[in-house]
């Protein structure tokens, strides 16, 4: 008689990214690297409104807005399209998968800011660990065409001991103009400096839960 067994698979603490490319938006990723760059000219060198300048975050070189400003609270027609069109229906995509139905994303809110990138300026390794922070993610307005690893984001396992049993270090990726990626806040990253001409202007934001209430 053949041995019977009963055998399942368990994602133990998960580490579930989402990546999304999004056609069709051109218009709206044309005016928001035009508002960014805006900014940048305004308050490059505004300590108050560059956080790039206040040395207490790890964009090193470059235009980062700060978390007052709320980027995608800002009321032009284009960042409310990224918002309602993009970003909203990849955060509850995100959640639905990571969290089944124990979280609402109507019960969510948006901590966001705006970065720009040019030769030189990267991002050193970093989390998003605000309490209450269910999910971080990036939205790529503008990436130009760069030889690899320049301006990719690059993740770090975990647990490095898994190395020793063939599991990678880091896992990168390449994201294109309209590329939305959404990853857990406790996941380190970092973005690879970049050379010669081009600006990365992205959308970075946490999804905050607005209650303490999980049903777990």
Not at 64 to 90: A, C, W, Y
């Amino acid at each position: 008689m053949a041995a019977q067994h009963d055998t399942r698979f368990e994602d133990h603490f998960p580490i579930a990214v989402m990546v999304s490319h999004h056609a069709g938006v051109d218009d709206i990723n044309r005016e928001v690297f035009e508002i960014v760059h805006r900014l940048r000219e305004q308050y490059i060198d505004d300590a108050q409104e560059n956080a790039a300048l206040s040395g207490s975050i790890t964009t090193y070189g470059g235009y980062q807005t700060s978390k007052n400003m709320m980027f995608l609270n800002r009321p032009e027609p284009s960042v409310r399209s990224l918002v309602e069109e993009v970003i909203q229906p990849g955060v509850a995509r995100y959640l639905a998968k990571a969290y089944d139905t124990k979280v609402d994303a109507a019960r969510t809110r948006l901590v966001s800011w705006a970065n720009l990138l040019a030769a030189g300026d990267w991002q050193a390794p970093h989390m998003h660990p605000t309490p209450g922070n269910l999910a971080s993610g990036v939205y790529y307005a503008q990436v130009p065409e760069k030889p690899q690893p320049e301006g990719c984001i690059e993740f770090l396992n975990p647990h490095p001991v898994a190395h020793h049993h063939g599991v990678s270090l880091t896992r990168r990726l390449y994201p294109k103009t309209g590329d939305l990626v959404i990853f857990p806040p406790y996941y380190i990253h970092y973005v690879y400096p970049f050379k010669g001409a081009g600006e990365r202007a992205i959308v970075a934001f946490d999804v905050l839960l607005q209650t303490t209430q999980f049903v777990f």
